[in-house]
């Protein structure tokens, strides 16, 4: 029998680092391969970790809440038997990096497979999962081969409460946790903060409260967090310019209508049509589904177009792709929007499904809003942003009737569309809505 720590592995996509959002078992529970241990959530999704082994949990090395670094411990499997085997085969370099679905111990037959590199720090291990002696002490922390020193445990407590105890200064190593098994509680963060030597400061600014409602911290993580990072970055990278136009769409809420009598199980909506009509657009007006390469100082232009669809969840804006959704009719397309966007809200979406889109869809008209000015998504020259659509006066047949109105607003990076191009873009885009029969002008 052997005890082997389990790593958090590779996400892909760039990520770094997940939450522990829950744990599906506890200590002393015993697992099989493949069985979902946890729920970890990603800077783009919350997805289902399975156990790499057969084998009895030792330990949990993070507590639900705690945000863990690719390479660190998250569990200590006791492994007996071919489980144990297995184990010892990866640390003695057989080593085959985990997916979050369907990995575990495979027997392999043939050339080995080609491993991919990966880069990791000093200290970290070059495997996600290190086969250690069951008496070894257990710190829950890494430890380089060339510097065996320990290092200090963190102490034992809950997100929240290191977040209480940072805001007022408490260094939560200097406090006994009188929780169960000495887990720090907020009352003891609390109690050594008022043992604190005062230290007179200036006096800041208060909100004053009115209504008795205390302020409420949200911490800055996960999608919210991503989210950030790549508006920023794209705000302050490409020079955004944005254009609106306001149509008639009474013909296409017709068309829709028609269509919903004749496929009542397709997700048709007027947004499928928006989709379809800028993917009709985009081969007169090429820059649009295109990106700026600066490393290689090229515009591209995409041969294919993936389609994002900004969807806002509980956990933030995400926003899925429909990979070549320009080889899709209309009725795969509503399906294929209606599968993501539900997906998304549920939580569900895997990072892959929300990488790699060439131009972007965003409905501000679901919250009753008829227009705006979308920011990029980073690495793509346009979005579009669909208003509400309202019943209006407006001119008809030289006269005033009521008419399905709708506003479009496009964004779209000034270093590859021109304002030329981009008006073209838009009007395309409105000449289909307005008159669904005009997509047969556009191919």
């Given at each position: 029998m052997s005890v082997t720590d389990f790593l958090?592995?590779?996400?892909?996509?760039?990520?770094?680092?997940?939450?522990?959002?829950?744990?599906?078992?506890?200590?002393?529970?015993?697992?099989?391969?493949n069985q979902v241990i946890a729920e970890i959530e990603t800077a783009k999704a919350l997805v289902e970790l399975p156990s790499p082994f057969d084998g009895k949990i030792r330990k949990l090395y993070a507590e639900e809440g705690a945000t863990v670094q690719v390479g660190e411990p998250l569990i200590a499997f006791e492994l007996d038997g071919e489980s144990s085997e297995s184990a010892s085969s990866q640390k003695a370099g057989d080593e085959r990096e985990p997916v979050l679905v369907g990995y575990g111990p495979k027997k392999e037959t043939g050339a080995a497979p080609r491993r991919r590199r990966r880069a990791w720090d000093g200290n970290a291990p070059s495997a996600s999962a290190a086969t250690v002696p069951e008496d070894a002490p257990r710190q829950g922390a890494r430890e380089s081969a060339d510097a065996p020193a320990e290092r200090p445990e963190r102490p034992r407590t809950t997100p929240p409460v290191r977040i209480f105890a940072r805001e007022i200064g408490v260094d939560l190593t200097q406090v006994e946790g009188t929780g169960d098994g000495g887990l720090i509680t907020r009352a003891d963060v609390q109690k050594a903060s008022e043992a604190l030597p005062m230290v007179p400061v200036a006096e800041t600014p208060r909100a004053?409260?009115?209504?008795?409602?205390?302020?409420?911290?949200?911490p800055i993580k996960g999608v919210r967090k991503a989210t950030a990072a790549a508006m920023t970055d794209s705000a302050f990278t490409a020079p955004h310019a944005s254009e609106f136009i306001t149509i008639d769409v009474t013909r296409t809420s017709e068309l829709v209508a028609r269509l919903r009598a004749q496929h009542p199980h397709a997700r048709l909506t007027i947004m499928t049509v928006v989709a379809k009509a800028m993917i009709l657009a985009i081969p007169r007006t090429p820059s649009a589904n295109a990106h700026w390469d600066d490393e290689a100082q090229e515009i591209v232009e995409f041969g294919s177009v993936h389609l994002g669809v900004a969807?806002?969840?509980?956990?933030?804006?995400?926003?899925?792709?429909?990979?070549?959704?320009?080889?899709?009719?209309l009725l795969q397309l509503a399906d294929a929007i209606a599968a993501l966007v539900t997906t998304a809200r549920e939580g569900k979406t895997q990072p892959a499904d929300m990488s790699g889109g060439t131009i972007t869809l965003t409905n501000v008209g679901v919250f009753g809003v008829d227009a705006g000015t979308p920011i990029l998504t980073?690495?793509?020259?346009?979005?579009?942003?669909?208003?509400?659509?309202?019943?209006?006066?407006?001119?008809?047949?030289?006269?005033?009737?009521?008419?399905?109105?709708?506003?479009?607003?496009?964004?779209?990076?000034?270093?590859?569309?021109d304002g030329e191009q981009a008006s073209r873009f838009l009007v395309d885009v409105a000449r289909v809505l307005e008159d669904p029969g005009t997509a047969l002008t556009l191919v």
């Amino acid at each position: 029998m052997s005890v082997t720590d389990f790593l958090l592995p590779d996400l892909g996509e760039g990520l770094t680092e997940s939450e522990i959002a829950s744990w599906k078992i506890a200590e002393g529970d015993t697992v099989t391969v493949n069985q979902v241990i946890a729920e970890i959530e990603t800077a783009k999704a919350l997805v289902e970790l399975p156990s790499p082994f057969d084998g009895k949990i030792r330990k949990l090395y993070a507590e639900e809440g705690a945000t863990v670094q690719v390479g660190e411990p998250l569990i200590a499997f006791e492994l007996d038997g071919e489980s144990s085997e297995s184990a010892s085969s990866q640390k003695a370099g057989d080593e085959r990096e985990p997916v979050l679905v369907g990995y575990g111990p495979k027997k392999e037959t043939g050339a080995a497979p080609r491993r991919r590199r990966r880069a990791w720090d000093g200290n970290a291990p070059s495997a996600s999962a290190a086969t250690v002696p069951e008496d070894a002490p257990r710190q829950g922390a890494r430890e380089s081969a060339d510097a065996p020193a320990e290092r200090p445990e963190r102490p034992r407590t809950t997100p929240p409460v290191r977040i209480f105890a940072r805001e007022i200064g408490v260094d939560l190593t200097q406090v006994e946790g009188t929780g169960d098994g000495g887990l720090i509680t907020r009352a003891d963060v609390q109690k050594a903060s008022e043992a604190l030597p005062m230290v007179p400061v200036a006096e800041t600014p208060r909100a004053i409260t009115v209504s008795g409602r205390e302020d409420v911290r949200t911490p800055i993580k996960g999608v919210r967090k991503a989210t950030a990072a790549a508006m920023t970055d794209s705000a302050f990278t490409a020079p955004h310019a944005s254009e609106f136009i306001t149509i008639d769409v009474t013909r296409t809420s017709e068309l829709v209508a028609r269509l919903r009598a004749q496929h009542p199980h397709a997700r048709l909506t007027i947004m499928t049509v928006v989709a379809k009509a800028m993917i009709l657009a985009i081969p007169r007006t090429p820059s649009a589904n295109a990106h700026w390469d600066d490393e290689a100082q090229e515009i591209v232009e995409f041969g294919s177009v993936h389609l994002g669809v900004a969807a806002a969840t509980e956990r933030g804006l995400v926003v899925p792709v429909v990979k070549n959704a320009d080889t899709m009719d209309l009725l795969q397309l509503a399906d294929a929007i209606a599968a993501l966007v539900t997906t998304a809200r549920e939580g569900k979406t895997q990072p892959a499904d929300m990488s790699g889109g060439t131009i972007t869809l965003t409905n501000v008209g679901v919250f009753g809003v008829d227009a705006g000015t979308p920011i990029l998504t980073p690495g793509q020259s346009a979005i579009l942003a669909a208003g509400a659509v309202r019943r209006r006066p407006w001119e008809y047949d030289d006269q005033v009737a009521l008419r399905d109105v709708m506003t479009l607003s496009l964004s779209f990076d000034h270093r590859i569309v021109d304002g030329e191009q981009a008006s073209r873009f838009l009007v395309d885009v409105a000449r289909v809505l307005e008159d669904p029969g005009t997509a047969l002008t556009l191919v």
